[in-house]
């Protein structure tokens, strides 16, 4: 019986996929026997269990079919499409999800036979743990490798499901046990480092790979994530450096890609002026006026302290801003003709022509400070539909101008549910964009009146936690994607057209 969190195989001949858990809902497809799929939400109704799945290499779930019909083959997290690398986070912004492999598994031959100890049907055995750390106080260095191993698996694990504090527990108790074996305190410093890059405490990550790299100066993980770290903290020159020793070391094709993304933004800012504040690095082109700039980071600054208050949140790092000319905006970001600004762990918005900050640029400023926030307070689990429902909320968007329409394309049966907008919306036309900021945006509006002004937080902070977006919205709302939109067409209903 397969768990949330792993991969499994269809065991019948043929398994029915439900757009709901209920066999009543409408079928989305069949699988066959063999066909590998990804569980990422496990419910238990009554006799009936219930696995919502994803096919592999896909970021949206397909649907939900039922457990008994699924064979458990292994609880790694399928590599999804719209997941690694500069995972979208706004309307197919860049994201700044951690571009890199996590740090491989150790080489040690015991090490398999350790892991399967500590992570059985999805779950930790902390009963395990328990005991190889009672050997290691009075064994010998076998009895040590084998709880320091047992730690690293514990760790890797909490990485693949995002519980980051849990995984920094890990790797700290790892580092104890490792003793004098350099190449197991090297794996807890890097899956330490890991960690503290995916929550987005870049300053204090610098430590442990640095560290890492004192003791195996050949390990291209070590330069690849100083690279990272120093590019999240606007140093681009120490990211190119450190980027260039990891591909001199061992070549890759995620370092290539994210070297010359970083050696791009450094080449196009080579003669852009530079602002600091408290919470901000503020670069601009030349052709910006220093008074523009001064004002950018006052507005950033006010309403830093809105969102801080509004989502018992701080960021841990400076945020970085970039402010091009038109033309620099498109040649870096590449984004579609729609989008006026993007949030991709910098914020980059195109200010050609303004001598002053707008109504509508102070509204920009704050939708993608926004996503910044959601980001790094979901550490990065936050589907695109809550990115966007949450930013518009926040910069003071409401959906009465278009309600009448989304009212109209639910009724003519038109509408498009949320679970189609988790993953990115780089392929979406601009009709079909605007339709999916309002509903977004609608059903955003919806929760924080029905459900109270606590409920986005605890959504926010249900995403950084659970599997899925759908198992999200369970814990958080104790809902589902099809009672969230109903309520959500109820709402609008009753408030605009009433």
């Excluded at 991969?7 to 439900?18: P, S």
């Excluded at 290499?57 to 079919?65: A, Y």
């Excluded at 993608?368 to 930013?391: I, N």
Aim: charge should be negative; include cysteine; charged fraction near 20%.
């Amino acid at each position: 019986m397969p768990t949330a969190a792993t991969n499994a195989t269809v065991k019948t001949d043929t398994l029915t996929v439900f757009s709901e858990m209920s066999a009543l809902s409408p079928v989305v497809r069949s699988l066959a026997k063999g066909e590998e799929v990804y569980v990422d939400l496990r419910v238990d109704q009554g006799n009936g269990r219930w696995c919502g799945i994803r096919i592999a290499r896909q970021f949206s779930r397909l649907g939900f079919v039922d457990c008994r019909s699924l064979e458990r083959t292994g609880p790694t997290q399928p590599t999804a499409s719209a997941n690694p690398g500069t995972k979208p986070t706004a309307a197919g912004k860049g994201g700044a999800e951690v571009p890199l492999a996590r740090p491989a598994a150790p080489t040690i031959n015991s090490y398999a036979a350790v892991q399967a100890q500590v992570v059985k049907d999805g779950v930790i055995d902390s009963a395990y743990i328990a005991s190889a750390d009672a050997q290691a106080k009075t064994g010998g260095s076998a009895a040590l490798t084998r709880a320091a191993l047992a730690h690293f698996a514990a760790g890797e694990f909490d990485l693949t499901q995002r519980n980051l504090d849990e995984a920094l527990e890990q790797f700290d108790a790892m580092q104890d046990l490792a003793g004098r074996q350099p190449s197991l305190l090297t794996l807890s410093l890097l899956g330490r480092a890991y960690a503290l890059l995916l929550k987005g405490d870049y300053s204090s990550a610098l430590e442990p790979i640095q560290r890492a790299r004192t003791l195996a100066p050949q390990s291209a993980e070590a330069a690849a994530m100083a690279g990272w770290a120093h590019f999240m903290l606007n140093q681009t020159d120490a990211a190119v450096a450190d980027l260039q020793v990891a591909q001199r070391i061992r070549p890759s094709q995620d370092v290539a890609g994210l070297l010359a993304k970083v050696q791009q933004d450094r080449d196009i800012e080579g003669d852009f002026r530079e602002g600091q504040s408290s919470h901000f690095i503020v670069r601009y082109h030349g052709g910006a006026s220093r008074q523009l700039a001064s004002e950018v980071i006052r507005t950033l600054e006010e309403q830093f302290q809105v969102l801080r208050s509004e989502l018992h949140f701080t960021p841990p790092e400076p945020i970085g801003v970039i402010l091009y000319t038109q033309e620099a905006f498109r040649d870096v970001t590449r984004v579609p003709g729609w989008t006026s600004a993007v949030y991709d762990g910098r914020i980059r918005v195109p200010v050609q022509g303004m001598e002053t900050v707008s109504p509508e640029l102070m509204h920009i400023l704050k939708h993608e400070l926004t996503h910044s926030f959601v980001y790094q307070k979901t550490a990065g689990r936050c589907p695109v539909w809550l990115h966007e429902g949450v930013a518009q909320w926040m910069e003071g968007r409401r959906s009465g101008a278009d309600a009448q329409d989304l009212l109209a394309a639910f009724e003519q049966g038109k509408g498009t549910s949320l679970r189609y907008y988790e993953g990115s919306w780089m392929h979406l036309n601009a009709p079909q964009a605007r339709f999916a900021y309002a509903w977004s945006l609608a059903v955003v509006e919806g929760i924080e009146a029905q459900s109270g002004p606590d409920a986005i937080e605890r959504l926010l902070d249900a995403e950084r936690t659970e599997s899925s977006p759908e198992a999200a919205l369970l814990q958080g709302l104790r809902t589902s994607y099809s009672h969230l939109d109903e309520a959500t067409v109820a709402y609008l209903r009753q408030t605009y057209l009433q």
